[in-house]
C-alpha cells in the first residue's frame, strides 16, 4: 500500500512539474526548482532535474512544442469525426444489401421484410391518392398503380382519366384518349393541360394539339373582314356563310362560317362549345401581309363588354359591318327586325353593326342608320386555326 502511495505521489508531482513547464516562465521554474530541490528529510520533490538555465530552456520548448502537436491533431480528429458524416453522407441515409424483386403491388401497406425476397408484393407506405391494390376488372392488368386526383383539374392542367378501378374507365378513356400525363424536359411526370393552357409541344395538350399562334393547347379562333360587299339582305345564315367561304381574304382555315347573329337561336354568343372552341384565344386576322392580333382570351372574355384590340388594330376600316348581335353576342331585337335586317334577308331597317375603331361594347353592337340597304356593306367571317 506504502508502495501505491509512492507511485501516485510522484505521478501528481510529475503532472505538477510540467504544468509549471508548460505555462509558467523559464525564470519562474528555474527558482521553484532550487526551492524545491531537496527536502529536509534528504528526499526530492521534482521529477525532473536540469543541469543548467540553457538546459531547463530547451526542455520547456520541446515540452510546448509537443504538446501544441498533440491537440492540433487531436483537434482534428475530432472535427473530422463529427463533419464526416455529413460530408459523406449529407442525407444522413442508410441501406441494406438485401435483394428483391417486386412481382405485385397486392399486399398491404407498412410490409417490411429483413431477408431477400423474389416475390414481393407489399410495401412501406403510399399517398392516400395512390390506389395500390389487386385489381381484376376487364379494362385494368392485375396488381397495377394508379393516381386519383381528388377534385377535378382547374385552368391549365387535365383530370385524371382513370379516378379509380371502375366501370367507366373504358368508357372515359375513349372519349378522352390524350388525358393523363406527359414527361417535361427535366424528365417530370406532368398533368396534361386543358385548351387555353400555354404549351410549347402537343404533347402537354390533353387536345394534342399545341396551336403556333398564341402558343396555347387546343385551336384558336380568327376573324377576318370579307372584302366582298353586299347590302343587309345577305340570304340569311346560309348566304352569309356562302360569302365567306368564297371570300378572295380567307385564310386557310376550317369550320369557316359568317361572324353574326342570324335568327333568335343562331347567334355568336350559341357559336361558343359547339361550333368554336370556348377556352382558346380569338385573333383578328389579316391575309396580307399574314397577321394575328389578339382579340379576346377567350369567348366570354370577347362578350364581358370589352375587347383586348380593335380590328382598326390590323387594318380592318369599313363604314358597315354587319353582326345583328348586341354586346353579349344575342340576336339584337331579339326577333327578325329592323335591327337585324329581318335576319339578314331583307335591305331595309336599321342593322347592328361592328365598330372596328372601339374596344368597348360598340365593338360589335354599334347600330346604323338605313345600314340594310347600304350595298357597300361587308361581314366578318370565323374560322378555326
Known amino acids: 500500500m506504502q508502495k501505491i502511495k509512492k507511485i501516485i505521489a510522484k505521478i501528481k508531482n510529475w503532472l505538477t512539474d510540467h504544468y509549471h513547464i508548460l505555462f509558467k516562465s523559464a525564470a519562474e521554474n528555474h527558482l521553484r526548482i532550487q526551492e524545491l530541490a ?3 528529510d534528504g528526499t526530492y520533490q521534482l521529477t525532473v532535474k536540469f543541469g543548467s538555465y540553457s538546459e531547463l530552456k530547451n526542455y520547456q520548448k520541446k515540452m510546448r512544442r509537443l504538446t501544441v502537436s498533440l491537440s492540433s491533431a487531436m483537434a482534428m480528429v475530432i472535427v473530422a469525426f463529427i463533419v464526416a458524416p455529413y ?3 449529407p442525407s444522413r441515409s442508410s441501406a441494406a444489401n438485401f435483394l428483391w424483386s417486386q412481382s405485385s403491388w397486392s399486399g398491404t401497406a407498412a410490409a417490411t421484410s429483413t431477408t431477400n425476397k423474389t416475390t414481393w408484393t407489399g410495401y ?13 376488372t376487364a379494362d385494368h392488368t392485375a ?5 386519383t386526383l381528388p377534385t377535378a383539374a382547374t385552368t391549365g392542367e387535365a ?6 378501378h371502375d366501370s367507366t374507365f373504358a368508357a372515359n378513356l375513349a372519349a378522352n384518349p390524350n388525358a393523363g400525363f406527359y414527361t417535361d424536359a427535366s424528365g417530370n411526370l406532368t398533368l396534361k393541360r386543358l385548351d387555353g393552357a400555354n404549351c410549347t409541344n402537343a404533347d402537354q395538350c390533353v387536345s394534342a394539339f399545341c396551336s403556333s399562334i398564341g402558343n396555347v393547347c387546343g385551336h384558336v379562333t380568327i376573324v377576318w373582314l370579307t372584302t366582298t360587299t353586299t347590302s343587309g339582305a345577305l340570304g340569311g345564315r346560309s348566304g352569309a356563310d356562302a360569302i365567306c367561304a368564297a371570300d378572295a381574304g380567307r385564310p386557310d382555315a376550317t369550320n369557316i362560317k359568317a361572324f353574326l347573329s342570324a335568327s333568335p337561336t343562331d347567334t355568336i354568343a350559341s357559336m361558343a362549345g359547339t361550333s368554336y372552341p370556348a377556352a ?3 385573333f383578328w386576322y389579316k391575309k396580307t401581309p399574314v397577321t394575328f392580333t389578339l382579340l379576346a382570351n377567350n369567348w366570354a ?5 370589352s375587347i383586348i384590340n380593335a380590328g382598326s388594330a390590323t387594318g380592318f376600316i369599313s363604314s358597315y359591318i354587319y353582326s345583328f348581335s348586341t354586346s353579349t353576342g344575342t340576336l339584337a331585337g331579339s326577333i327578325c327586325g329592323t335591327y337585324n335586317c329581318s335576319c339578314g334577308t331583307a335591305s331595309a331597317g336599321n342593322g347592328y353593326t361592328f365598330n372596328n375603331a372601339n374596344t368597348d361594347a360598340s365593338w360589335i353592337a354599334t347600330i346604323k342608320t338605313n345600314s340594310c340597304v347600304q350595298t357597300s356593306s361587308k361581314i366578318m367571317c370565323i374560322g378555326t386555326f
Not at 412501406?124 to 381484376?136: C, E, G, H, Q, Y
Open 159 to 164: 383530370k385524371v382519366i382513370d379516378v379509380g
Open 124 to 136: 412501406v407506405s403510399k399517398d392516400v391518392n395512390i390506389n395500390a391494390t389487386a385489381v381484376t
Open 301 to 305: 372574355d370577347m362578350l364581358d363588354g
Open 38 to 40: 531537496k527536502n529536509a
Open 280 to 282: 382558346t384565344p380569338i
Open 143 to 147: 396488381n397495377t398503380l394508379s393516381l
Open 87 to 89: 460530408v459523406m453522407n
